[in-house]
């Protein structure tokens, strides 16, 4: 997450690593952006940067309102996958009054795909070692 504060100084906390098993990239995405979302505390014109097409899709057409509005089903009254993590992501979005945008991949993708995994290794470092 990033951004800029009232004086315009940037605004960049540290990432949350979690892992989640058995879940899809627009799962993973959702994830990410429910808990960059609750980081806020005050409304904000946000720009999402994602490789996933179909979160990235469902964001710029609106379509989690449309599927709320719809008892979370999609046009072929099928259930929406992720619908919990929507349900939470469109939640923050209007509690918080945030407008939101998607685009592709940000300047620093390639930044974040080097320093994420060594930010995960520093946390590991000190780990105990299991007994054999």
């Known amino acids: 997450m990033s951004?800029?504060?009232a004086d315009g100084t940037p605004h960049e906390?540290?990432?949350?690593?979690?892992?989640?098993?058995?879940t899809t990239e627009g799962?993973?995405?959702?994830?990410a952006l429910r808990d960059a979302l609750d980081?806020?505390?005050?409304?904000?014109?946000?720009?999402v940067h994602t490789e996933c097409a179909y979160v990235a899709d469902a964001?710029?057409?609106?379509?989690?309102?449309?599927?709320a509005?719809?008892?979370?089903?999609?046009?072929k009254q099928k259930e929406v996958k992720n619908a919990c993590l929507w349900s939470d992501v469109l939640r923050l979005l209007e509690?918080?009054?945030?407008?939101?945008?998607a685009e592709g991949r940000h300047e620093y993708s390639e930044l974040m795909r080097y320093r994420l995994?060594?930010?995960?290794a520093y946390q590991d470092f000190f780990s105990e070692v299991k007994e054999w």
């Open 3 to 5: 951004a800029k504060k």
């Open 13 to 22: 906390p540290p990432p949350r690593i979690a892992e989640y098993e058995e």
């Open 27 to 31: 799962g993973l995405t959702l994830y």
């Open 39 to 47: 980081r806020f505390n005050f409304a904000c014109e946000i720009t």
């Open 59 to 67: 964001l710029n057409q609106r379509w989690p309102w449309q599927w």
């Open 69 to 75: 509005g719809n008892g979370w089903k999609n046009p």
């Open 95 to 101: 509690e918080g009054g945030h407008l939101v945008k």
């Open 117 to 120: 995994p060594l930010l995960a």
